[in-house]
């Protein structure tokens, strides 16, 4: 007689990164492009704890302002071909949060059961926590400086 | 018994008693009073207990009692002084007592879940529980992440399921009891639930739903149908109308019948205490054919609220006759199982406990209750007669003023409308009781009950087994392990 785990939980995972394949499967990295110039970042990321290599890993940028409402300021599908992978995103130097799953059947969407559970592994920066649904920004939320920043997430 | 008997039973954990002393950390041993009915809320060694052969203590070992019974329950209530948030948050301990030569043998281990392993490691309580918010560096990805695997247990594919209600069955090796992972019945439903009450057929085929208001929310009811291997045959939805607390439900040979009790997840706060009883509403009761699940209807009765049911039977004018232990209303979600945690029994606290009702569904019209005047849970029936016209039902009863917990078994005859008992006394806390047939038998009487209960004058735990022709001739035999272990909920015998 367990434990109702109560919930409108789960699915907020696959409402935040759902909607980026739509945007990026064909863009390796997309960028919004500054209006005059300014100082850049490279976000130097690793994934780690990938079980299947292949599919690629859908990633999505945020800032403060973005995180909770899904607007990404950068936004990468990246092919896997081993069970690391890095990339680099080039950023202005900020404060940032990142989301991302592996689509590893590569059908672009994040795989989730009847239920709308996650079914495909994902990760967070500062490799934070799900708390029934995403990370919260002030887990995840980490420094990216010029010129360069490394960073590394594992898949759960 | 009181509804808090069953469902208030505290996690008690200062609890030491003769015979556990060893088993417990030393900094509990300074507390040498706690009651011997502590016992049942008693944290086991993390490295579970036996295999150890459980002595014959009275009788005689039945001819051709040949098997293992296997019981699941709460069994990690405390990590050094602090408790877990409630009873039904502690890690499931499966209990394994095989019977071959007149012998019992009895191996318990813990279920190494997801949440385990990480609590084990830390040496502390981390996931979210029953009333706790959980600590903020555990990951709570999907409920497999809480999943305790402390309410059941089935046998399928070979494979020892330890069942909870939110998450995942968790595959145990049948013998040695080792935890292999989660279960996963087809690809895309990783991480769906699956009830800890999973039905069988006579010829094997398993039943079961996963409930979406005990996990991600919302009103639709997964329905799982395993062949008698272990496959999943079919997996279909269906939408019960409204996000109702679902632990138990039944089915006859035909039919899949889904009580919807007056009692929705509101989702205004985390956990139990989003549910909100509605009485007015009713108890609604959902009948759909097993053929097709888009044949579907619905029956109407005045509110009840449940835990467990019997099981079902379709008589030849589509009546359905089922067997429920009903209450008035939902009997926890006040803070029963978390306020005894301390140690504070109090008889009685929630008001009076589950009766032995038949419902009785006809072809149209609303439903009837028929009450017995029986009170007890843990209802169980002949297995052969799973979904098929009969007559006994087993539940468990009683209950004595000093401690919670059962008392009696209780044999309800629905033909004949009489019932049997045996008293095992107020020094015990009995446990379910399951009907394993006599190899040869037909009848539901050429059964035997055999079931568990904590001696507490002995401080150790036992398994009785009564011949089903007369319970109240009491026990053909007694065994009697070298401890104790924690009260569980249910089990199978296989």
Redesign the interface.
Known sequence: ???????????P?IAALAPIPALVLAAAIFLPQPAVAEARAKLALTVTGIKDAKGALMIAVFDQAGYDTDKAVAQAAVPVTATTVSTTIDLPPGRYGIKMFHDVDGDGKM?A???????EP?GFSNNA????GPATWA?AAFDVAAPATSHAIAL? | MTISSFLRRSLLQSGIAAGTALAIAPDVIAEPKAPAWTLGYTTPPAKGLGPSTMRLVSGKAPAGLEGALYRNGPAQFRYGDAYASHWFDGDGMVQRIAFADGKALHTGRFVGTTKRKAEQAAQKFLAPGFSTAGDPSYAVGSADDVNAANTSVAMSGGEMLALWEAGSAIRLDPVTLETRGPKIWRKDLAAMPFLAHPKREPDGRLWNLAVASLSTGGSMIGIYRIGAGGELEDFGMVDIGAPAYIHDWSMTERKLIILVQPWINTGARPGIGGFEWRPQEGLKTLIVDKDDLKKQRWAQADARAFYHTGAGWEESDGTIRLDVCFTRQPAFGVGGGAAEIRGEYKPGGEGPGAMLTQMVIPPKGDVRLIETKLDGEFPQVDPRFHGLPRRLTALVGGGAPGHPGATTLRLQDWKSGKSQAYDYGVDYMVEEHLFIPKPGGASERDSWLIGTAINLAAGKSEVSVFDAADIEEGPLATWQADYSWPLGFHGTWT
């Open positions: 007689m367990p434990l109702p785990i109560l919930s409108p939980i789960l699915s995972i795989g059961n009847p239920f709308g559970i996650p079914i994902y926590p799900a708390q029934f887990a759960n």
